[in-house]
């Protein structure tokens, strides 16, 4: 099913807290097959928790030369009432508090998704967890 040799390009960019590992995965998944296939690799679906992260995401999209595409990140939507915070990292549970939503994007969706096109590079927007897309996996180190 995966083609892991053919669809993978690994990015090592250093910020400012640790060096991370980006794996711009750019075969189409839903977002429970993207969490399962970083899992398997002993990653997780990327945190972007601040403007250095946004910055060293989009220079690694743009350098595995993915410009024009979705990719999944690692936060949900939780969408019972009662459950606060509204949207967490799905690995640790953690409130999603850094935010870079498109303007007059929709927060309905279950999955967060970001976009690479240029022209709103890294803005991201909520989605339905069942639609494929690329994705991105992260090893923090």
Known sequence: MWKLAAFLVLVSLASRAAAQKYTIVTEQATYTQALAFCKRLGLTLVKE???????????????????????????????DNILTPEWIWIDTGEEITYENWSTGASKDGECLVRTSASSVAGNWMSSTCTVQRYFICEQEE
């Open 49 to 79: 928790r601040s403007l250095e992260d946004t910055d060293a995401l989009n220079e690694a999209i743009s350098a595995a030369g993915e410009t024009a595409h979705f990719f999944y990140l690692g936060g949900f939507h939780q969408q």
